[in-house]
């Protein structure tokens, strides 16, 4: 598919344009690519969600240009480019998008692959484990007769929600760990025939902790586990988080949501007893965990059974073992349901 200029301007945005603005263009456009201009419709560089995400874990800012997170090393073709010559490209790097430029680099149009990019309806192998065991101790008395993951945000359960994200990505088998009030969850999910999909469960004797119950697994699991806490609202991109796992060779992947805390005091920096500066009220960043994993087999498979373990002591643990760990920085939306004022911020902007 070939889209002329004109065709292309949703998908460009001005060179002093911000990393939030490029976001914006991601998350609307259906081709999942912004184009970078400059003046006189000069192409200076390409941005996918890729780029998006290094520049967040390089320390870079939603605020900050977007010329700190494009890639100005792009392959493009020329006016006399044939679709052949276009096509090889594409396959050989495999890219899914080419631009066509001129001598002094102005965009005349941009070639799409017809195999990528645009939205499919495609199954994947991946099973999925919601963690639904929890007491809901700080949303107390919500949770004396309702399980946290059943109460609901603007009339749908949150473990509902969670739910059918994952079967829009393509994911069909489910378990869901159970304890606290286990029997109204099964009652109210089955197994999984009112939504098209399969899902068994994991029965908590006691507390196992955030990853214990990863022990109450089947053995035959081929295919890297999509754990997620069922307690927590997102807009994550579940099919980008599980391509990020796949391409980095990954043993387990976690998702970072980014949160800025700024101190109430000015910070002073020292070197010994000599004062260097002074930053009045400065804003910290940091990644902070968002509740969201992917787990090969391998490591599955070294999990003790019915033995007590947090999500940090499986990560510190596996760290120990030289298993690749990686951080999948986080853009989208992320609310912890676990207080009752984030409860009600849900309700307000969840929709």
Request: overall charge neutral; charged content about 25%; glycine content about 6%.
């Amino acid at each position: 598919m070939f889209l002329t200029d004109e065709n292309c301007r949703n998908y460009k945005l001005p060179l002093n344009s911000s990393i939030k603005e490029a976001i914006e263009v991601l998350e609307r456009e259906e081709l999942k690519v912004v184009l970078i201009m400059d003046k006189g419709n000069v192409l200076k560089g390409i941005v996918y969600d890729g780029d998006i995400r290094r520049s967040l874990l390089n320390g870079f800012n939603l605020s900050d240009r977007i010329d700190k997170a494009m890639r100005s090393n792009f392959l493009k073709a020329s006016q006399v480019s044939s679709n052949e010559e276009i096509a090889k490209m594409m396959r050989d790097n495999p890219i899914y998008h080419v631009p066509v430029l001129t001598k002094e680099n102005i965009l005349i149009g941009l070639h799409v692959s017809n195999d990528g990019n645009l939205k499919k309806s495609f199954n994947l192998h991946n099973p999925v484990l919601l963690m639904a065991g929890g007491r809901g101790k700080r949303l107390m008395p919500l949770t004396e007769n309702c399980p946290k993951p059943l109460i609901k945000i603007n009339g749908k359960p949150l473990l509902e929600i969670i739910l059918e994200q994952c079967i829009n990505a393509g994911l069909r088998k489910f378990y869901i760990s159970v304890h606290y009030l286990s029997q109204k969850i099964i009652d109210y999910f089955g197994n999984g025939d009112k939504w098209g999909v399969k899902i068994q469960y994991l029965h908590e004797d006691k507390p196992l902790g955030t990853a214990g119950a990863l022990s109450l697994l089947p053995k035959e699991i081929d295919f890297p586990l999509l754990t997620i806490n069922g307690d927590i609202l997102t807009k994550i991109n579940l099919t980008q988080f599980i391509n990020f796992h796949q391409n980095n060779n990954a043993d387990i992947c976690l998702s970072g949501s980014e949160f800025f805390y700024e101190s109430p005091y000015g910070v002073i920096e020292v070197d010994g007893i000599d004062f260097k500066s002074i930053t009045e009220k400065p804003s910290f960043k940091h990644f902070i965990n968002a509740g969201i994993y992917l787990i090969s087999p391998s490591v599955l498979k070294k999990i003790k059974s019915n033995i007590y373990m947090d999500m940090p002591d499986l990560l510190n643990k596996s760290l120990l073992d030289d298993s690749k760990i990686v951080v999948y920085p986080m853009y989208e939306y992320w609310l912890d349901i676990g207080r009752v004022d984030n409860l009600n911020k849900a309700n307000l902007e969840w929709d």
